[in-house]
C-alpha cells in the first residue's frame, strides 16, 4: 500500500517541480536580464580600457576572402554606460589611414565621425540604424558595440551545456519590433566567464538565419578575453571570422583624446604603422 | 614681380602646373613617345605589383625572424628591418580611366573623350624615431605623389599630391608644413567657409572625388584645449582653382558672349608671390555635448578668376577676398540623422560698395544640411544653399549690356542618395545638383563596385541641364559624359 501510494506521489512531486522549473525559467525575466547584463560587462565593458588588433576574414558565398585589419581602442565612461570607441583602419590599402570615432551612449543615438585621409574630410555619419555592416562584414555596428539593455526583454530559458562550458540561454525580444530585422536572439552566456559562447538570430518569421559562435577565450591580465569569434551568416551561405590579437587593458587611455584630433593625427603609441 | 611675368603666358602653359609637378608635352605625332612612356609607366608598376606582392614575406612576424638570423650582427639585421619598414609602407593605387563624351558641342580640344588616363599613386609614410628631440615631437613625414598619363593633354605627369611633415612640439600643438589636402566646414560638394583650393574640372569630367580637392602649399598649426581648439593655416603661394577653363570642358567665356571652348583665351593673373599676398585661413571649433560649433575667418583671395583686370585683352584675375564665417552640427532632435548649417559673409575686398562692375560683390552665403540613413545600407542627404549678392542696387546700377544678368538670390538644392549592397562591396549613388533660380542642375549617377580588396569597378556620369548659358551648370550642358575606372590598390 505504502509502495503503490509512494508512486503516484512521486509522479506528482516530479510533475509538479518540473512545471514549477518550467515555469520560473518562463517567467524568469529578472535573472535573463541578469544574465544579459554580465554578459554585456564582461564582453563590452571589461576593465576601464582596451586596446586590440582586430583581424576580418569575410568569406562569400563563392569563397573568395576580403580581409579587414584594424585596431580598436575602446574606454568606458561607466560601467556599462557610455563608451568611446576608436578604429583605425590598417587593411585593405584602399583603406588605410580611415579612421571612426564612435561616442556611444545609452538612450540616443551614436555620435560617430570618420575620417578620409584623401581628403582631410572629417564626416559626421548619421547612425540612426545600428543594424548596418560593420565595414562590410557579417558583423553589425551593434555586433561590434553592443546593444543597450533595456532595447530588448530578456528570458532566462534554461541551462545547456556547450561542450565543456556550462551554460545560461537567453531569449531577447526586441521591445519594439517593427524596427528590427530580428524577431529574437537566443544567447549562450557562459556561467564562469559571462560571455556569451554562441548567439542565434531568428528572423521575422522565426527562421534562424544568422549564428555566431566563440571560438577561442584567452585570460588577458586577469580578464576572460574573446579572442577568436565567427559570424555565419546563414541565408547568404557566407561568414566573417573575426581575430582578437595583442589586447591589453589598463593600456591609459583617456578620454581627453577622443576628439576631432585623433583622426586627423593617429595615436602612434597604440595604433603603430 | 614673378607673378606679373606668369601673367602673359596663356593659361595652357601656365607654369603653375610646372609647380605642382613636372610636366612632359608628348607632341603630336607623339605616338611612339607615347608608346615609349607606358613602358616605362608598365614597368614601374610590374615593380610596385612585386614589391606588393611580396609584402607578406617582408612582414612576417619578428620573432622567427630573430631565431632565424641569429648569427647576422645587429647592424645588418637592423638595415634589413628598415627597409622591411620602408617596403611595407608604400601604398597606392593604379587605374585607368575611360570617359567618353556624350554628343556634345565639339568645343574643347578632344571632342570624343574627355578622360583617357592611366594614373599610378604611390604614398609611404616616414616615422623617424631619431634623433631624440624630434622624436619626442612624434614626427610623421608622408609623400603622395601621381603619375599621370594623360592621353587627352598627350602629357605624362608626374604631380605631387601631398609631401609634409607633421609634429607635436607641444603636447597640445600640431604643426603641418609642406603641400597638404586642406578641408573644413559642413557642406556636401558645397563650401562656404572651406576657403582652400579644389579642382571643378576634374569633378566635372569623372575623376575620383579625391581630386576635388587640391593641394596647397601650407603650413597648419594647430592648438588643442578643452574648451577651444584653433587652426591656423598659412599659405604663402597662392594656388587657384583649377578652373574650367575650355580645353576639356566649354563654358560661358564673358568676353565672347557665349559657350566657348578651346578657342577662349583669357589672361590669368595669379597674385605676385610676395609676403603681404599670404594667405591666412583659421577655424576656432568645440562641441558643446553633441553638437559641433565652427566660427572661421579667412584673408587671401578668391579662388576664381572673379575680376577682370583689362577687358580689351581679357586679362582677369582673382580679388582679394576676406570671409567670416561659423558652423553648426549635430544629431536632429527626435527624428534622428544629422543636420547642419553653415554662413559665412564673403567680404569682396576690393569692390566693397559693389559699384565696381569688374569686380565680385560681397556676398551672404547660407546652407542648411540634413542627412540620415535607413534600414538596408540606404542614406539619403539634402542641402539647402542660398547665396545673396550684397550691394546688388549697384550691381544693377552699375552693370553694361552685355554683362551677364544675375538675380540678387541665388538658391541651389542639393539631393544624394547611396545605397549599398552585397555586404557594402557594390555602391549605387547619385548626386544631384538643382538651382530653381538659375533654373539648371547637374545630376551624377555612380555605380562603383569592390570585386574584392583589390580591385575596383566603377562607372557613373555627369549630365547637365541649364535654361540659360551663363549658369554654373546651364554652361556646361554641351559637356556631358560617362566614364569608366578600373582601380587596382595595394
Known sequence: MKKMLSVPVILFLLFVSGSLIKNTYAQDTQSGKTAMN??????????????????????????????????????????????????????????????????????????????LPAID??????????????????????????????????VLTGDENLGAYSCLVVKSTPKRPGEIEFSYMKFWIDKTTHLSLKVEHYDLKGKLYKVYETQEIQTIQGTPTITK??????????YTEITMKNVSYGAGITSDIFQERLLRRPPRQWIGE | MLGKVYSLIPRGLKPRLLRRGWLWPLGHSALKEYLALAWVGSILIVFILAISGSEVLFAEPATPDVLKIGSISQDEKKQADSWTHIFDSVHGFIEAVYGPKFSGDKLTQKNDYNLLEQRLQLKVAYRPQKPAWLASWNPEFFYKGDLLSDKYKETLRYQIREANGLVSPLSWMDVKLG??????????????????????????????????KAP?????????????????????FFTSDVSINGDRLSFYDNFLGRIAGKESNRIFTEPAVQFE?????????????????????????????????????????????????ASIRGP???????????VGYSDSLQDRSGKNRLIENSAMKYLLGYERDFQKDLRAGIQYFLEQMLNFDEFKANSQSGDISRDEFRQLLT?????????????????????????????????????????????????FFGKHDWTQFGQLEGNDNFYIRIRYGF
Open chain 2, 216 to 236: 596647397s602649399d601650407a603650413g597648419k598649426f594647430s592648438i588643442y584645449n578643452h574648451l577651444v581648439s584653433m587652426d591656423v593655416v598659412v599659405i604663402p
Open chain 2, 277 to 325: 599676398n599670404t594667405e591666412i585661413a583659421t577655424r576656432l571649433y568645440r562641441n558643446f555635448g553633441e553638437y559641433e560649433t565652427a566660427i572661421y575667418a579667412f584673408k587671401g583671395f578668391f579662388n576664381q578668376p572673379v575680376g577682370i583686370k583689362n577687358e580689351s585683352t581679357k586679362e582677369v584675375f582673382y580679388p582679394k577676398l576676406a570671409v567670416f564665417g
Open chain 2, 415 to 463: 539631393f544624394r542618395i547611396t545605397k549599398s549592397f552585397w555586404l557594402q562591396t557594390l555602391e549605387a549613388s547619385l548626386f544631384t545638383f538643382y538651382s530653381p533660380t538659375d533654373s539648371d542642375a547637374c545630376i551624377r549617377p555612380r555605380l562603383a563596385w569592390q570585386a574584392n580588396d583589390r580591385w575596383r569597378f566603377i562607372v557613373g556620369a555627369n549630365i
Open chain 1, 229 to 238: 569569434a565567427v559570424m555565419k551568416d546563414l541565408e547568404n551561405e557566407r
Open chain 1, 121 to 154: 574630410l572629417v564626416k559626421r555619419i548619421a547612425t540612426s540604424n545600428r543594424r548596418t555592416s560593420f565595414a562590410g562584414s557579417d558583423f553589425t555596428y551593434e555586433d561590434v558595440s553592443g546593444r543597450a539593455l533595456d532595447e530588448d526583454e530578456h
Open chain 2, 179 to 212: 603641400r597638404q589636402i586642406l578641408t573644413w566646414g559642413t557642406g556636401d560638394y558645397l563650401f562656404i567657409n572651406d576657403v582652400f583650393p579644389k579642382d571643378y574640372e576634374s569633378f566635372f569630367i569623372g575623376r575620383d572625388d579625391e581630386y576635388l
Open chain 2, 332 to 342: 536632429a532632435p527626435s527624428v534622428g540623422g544629422i543636420v547642419s548649417s553653415e
Open chain 1, 38 to 115: 554580465e554578459m554585456l560587462l564582461a564582453y563590452y565593458y571589461p576593465q576601464t580600457d582596451a586596446k586590440s588588433e582586430i583581424s576580418m576574414r569575410i568569406v562569400n558565398r563563392q569563397g573568395q576572402v576580403r580581409e579587414r585589419r584594424l585596431t580598436m581602442l575602446r574606454l568606458n565612461e561607466t560601467p556599462g554606460g557610455g563608451q568611446f570607441y576608436y578604429i583605425y583602419f590598417h587593411e585593405p590599402a584602399d583603406v588605410k589611414g580611415m579612421s571612426f570615432l564612435v561616442l556611444k551612449h545609452l538612450g540616443r543615438d551614436d555620435d560617430r565621425w570618420l575620417y
